[in-house]
């Protein structure tokens, strides 16, 4: 008897040292230790019975159109000779507003020809920074401004289409011209486009409803 209790009293003594190495009180230890399916529970992980229960991450995106086509470029893509601010009837594209960041980052960069662009559409499912969006769309993250542009001339006074017309931003992922992944942002505000591009990671994120570009593949 007088071994088992030497024995209980040393197992007592370490396991209040790993209490108290983990930030615990003898308070917590006495609660833990008068609940008995919590001492249950401890048991079946100490004999590798107790059942682990992975709960999946609720995903930001969700899909909002599973393929939209833009044509490839022939030629160089001069971003200035497109990105102009004209709402007349004349207009390609009618573009109200081009942002301070936008003309500094893009507006001298010209986009080389490449195939036809095989995109996807993304509703945000709630507000997020870059990150978290970046990471779920993986490798398939970036576009071009060349291809902002074709979606853009489809719905060049602001027809329905893939690109959302109800003032809510449509973003993309592009490299600019000095080959920085930026966010840049398209909506459409009544009269024209307004589009902008921001650093990725600008604390100020994303709203939910708000729609997200990846690129599936170049043909």
Same mark, same amino acid.
């Given at each position: 008897?007088?071994?088992?209790?030497?024995?209980?009293?040393?197992?007592?003594?370490?396991?209040?040292?790993? +209490?108290?190495?983990?930030?615990?009180?003898?308070?917590?230890?006495?609660?833990?230790?008068?609940?008995?399916?919590?001492?249950?529970?401890?048991?079946?992980?100490?004999?590798?019975?107790?059942?682990?229960?992975?709960?999946?991450?609720?995903?930001?995106?969700?899909?909002?159109?599973?393929?939209?086509?833009?044509?490839?470029?022939?030629?160089?893509?001069?971003?200035?000779?497109?990105?102009?601010?004209? +709402?007349?009837?004349?207009?390609?594209?009618?573009?109200?507003?081009?942002?301070?960041?936008?003309?500094?980052?893009?507006?001298?960069?010209?986009?080389?020809?490449?195939?036809?662009?095989?995109?996807?559409?993304?509703?945000?499912?709630?507000?997020?920074?870059?990150?978290?969006?970046?990471?779920?769309?993986?490798?398939?993250?970036?576009?071009?401004?060349?291809? +902002?542009?074709?979606?853009?001339?489809?719905?060049?006074?602001?027809?329905?289409?893939?690109?959302?017309?109800?003032?809510?931003?449509?973003?993309?992922?592009?490299?600019?011209?000095?080959?920085?992944?930026?966010? +840049?942002?398209?909506?459409?505000?009544? /009269?024209?486009?307004?589009?902008?591009?921001?650093?990725?990671? /600008?604390?100020?994120?994303?709203?939910?409803?708000?729609?997200?570009?990846?690129?599936?593949?170049?043909?």
């Amino acid at each position: 008897m007088s071994n088992r209790n030497e024995f209980s009293a040393g197992l007592g003594a370490k396991v209040c040292g790993a +209490v108290a190495d983990a930030g615990g009180t003898p308070e917590e230890l006495n609660g833990f230790s008068e609940n008995v399916t919590l001492v249950k529970q401890l048991l079946a992980v100490i004999r590798g019975t107790a059942k682990i229960v992975v709960t999946e991450v609720a995903k930001i995106l969700q899909l909002a159109k599973a393929k939209t086509s833009v044509p490839a470029l022939k030629t160089l893509f001069v971003v200035k000779d497109h990105f102009i601010v004209d +709402v007349s009837d004349k207009a390609e594209v009618k573009i109200s507003y081009i942002g301070d960041n936008f003309k500094q980052q893009f507006i001298k960069q010209t986009v080389a020809p490449r195939g036809e662009l095989n995109l996807s559409s993304w509703k945000l499912s709630k507000n997020s920074l870059d990150k978290p969006i970046l990471d779920e769309l993986g490798d398939k993250q970036e576009t071009d401004i060349g291809a +902002v542009y074709d979606l853009m001339k489809l719905q060049p006074k602001g027809e329905k289409g893939v690109l959302l017309t109800n003032g809510y931003a449509n973003i993309f992922y592009c490299r600019d011209a000095a080959g920085v992944l930026r966010a +840049v942002d398209v909506r459409w505000d009544g /009269d024209g486009w307004g589009v902008d591009s921001c650093l990725v990671g /600008d604390p100020r994120g994303w709203n939910e409803g708000y729609q997200v570009f990846s690129c599936n593949s170049v043909a």
